[in-house]
């Protein structure tokens, strides 16, 4: 090999030295998915000069359920392909390392996200690992079917696996902190605190322009007899019943909260009394009417409500509101105990 030839060698792998380091740097300081998948495209498709950056996530895989989480609500969602695992690992077969496809790459286009239909020639699968499970690959594709061939050198794209997998659960880790700091862990439902945080700011909002906002205080009837009865395992599920048929029953503007053992509060934005009022009754018809099977017993269901509104005269803060709902719910069940 020439001596010049050695050296323009010797300054592509210090430039690529230099933009690992880089992506290295970009990446220690980030902690959610979506700045970390934008830095990994901007990155990655400079560092290895390929137009057509995304990843796969195997949509059955526990360890990644908290990236799906977050690729469900922003634009991650373009950028990211959820494909079943045995089609994956169809795929990509059995092993660790990168896969490097120019042939035969009809299969291959189960791997693009649903809005995107470029054509490529080449192909590399990169391995992403989280707690030494695989669940997914980050692709590289090239218009060139000479780009990636079998006979590509994998050391850059072998050291990407690991410094991908060993980045993305640094921010699994970090998201999965925050999602718990704003989640009930039996329900999943938002907690108090995420509550509180966002009627301040519907509520603000409500005033500021004039605007509907309803507040829902419900509150599970007879549970401790559920429990006594049936024991706490079935007293959970009850719960978690009830968190999946209100979540199925609201609109996604809608924020269902459980306080506290088995009192819930839902807020509805742009909705009037009279119509969080008819939402509730069929929630609770529909509770009624279809009860909680456990271990061949039909567990029934009944739940108390009270509605308040940001609009009525008494109603001055998000405090108020709470409260007035909370007053009526109790209302009402001291007059359903009364009347048996």
Same mark, same amino acid.
């Given at each position: 090999m ?9 300054h ?14 970009? !990446? ?6 979506? %700045?970390?998948?934008?830095? @990994? ?15 796969s ?17 922003? #634009? ?18 059995s092993?660790? #390392?990168?896969? @490097? ?9 189960a ?16 391995p992403?690992?989280?707690?030494? #499970? ?25 050291r ?5 997998? @060993? ?9 999965n902190l ?43 009837d ?6 006594d009865?049936?024991?706490?395992d ?5 719960? #978690?019943?009830?968190? %999946? ?10 924020m ?35 009860p ?8 029934? !269901?009944? !739940?108390?409500?009270?509605?308040s509104?940001?609009? %009525? ?28």
């Amino acid at each position: 090999m020439r001596h010049d030839t050695l050296i323009e060698r010797f300054h592509e792998i210090e430039q690529l030295a230099e933009k690992f380091h880089l992506l290295e740097t970009r !990446i220690l300081g980030v902690l959610n998915f979506r %700045e970390f998948f934008q830095v @990994l495209q901007e990155q990655i498709g400079d560092i290895f000069t390929v137009p057509h950056v995304w990843f796969s996530l195997i949509n059955d895989e526990e360890a990644a359920a908290p990236i799906l989480r977050a690729a469900l609500s922003t #634009k991650m969602r373009e950028h990211l392909n959820l494909i079943d695992g045995k089609r994956f690992s169809k795929l990509f077969g059995s092993g660790n #390392k990168p896969l @490097l496809e120019n042939e035969n790459l009809g299969p291959y286009l189960a791997l693009l996200p649903e809005r995107e239909k470029f054509h490529f020639k080449s192909l590399a699968m990169v391995p992403v690992s989280l707690g030494g #499970k695989l669940v997914g690959s980050l692709n590289l594709a090239d218009s060139s079917a000479r780009r990636f061939h079998p006979g590509y050198n994998p050391i850059h794209l072998e050291r990407l696996a690991v410094k991908v997998s @060993l980045f993305l659960s640094n921010v699994t880790a970090h998201e999965n902190l925050q999602y718990l700091a704003f989640r009930d862990p039996l329900t999943e439902l938002h907690n108090r605190r995420a509550m509180e945080q966002t009627l301040e700011r519907e509520f603000a909002r409500a005033r500021r322009y004039c605007s509907q906002l309803s507040l829902a205080y419900v509150d599970l009837d007879l549970f401790k007899e559920v429990n006594d009865t049936y024991g706490h395992d079935c007293g959970d599920a009850l719960l #978690k019943y009830l968190a %999946e048929g209100m979540v199925e029953m609201s609109r996604k503007s809608d924020m269902v909260t459980r306080l506290a053992g088995d009192e819930f509060v839902l807020l509805l934005p742009e909705t009037v009394a009279s119509q969080a009022e008819l939402l509730l009754e069929r929630m609770a018809d529909r509770f009624a009417n279809e009860p909680m099977v456990w271990q061949e017993d039909a567990i029934g !269901i009944r !739940i108390s409500f009270g509605i308040s509104s940001v609009l %009525e005269d008494n109603v001055d803060s998000s405090e108020a509101l709470m409260k007035l709902a909370d007053e009526r719910l109790y209302v009402k069940k001291r007059a359903r105990k009364q009347h048996g």
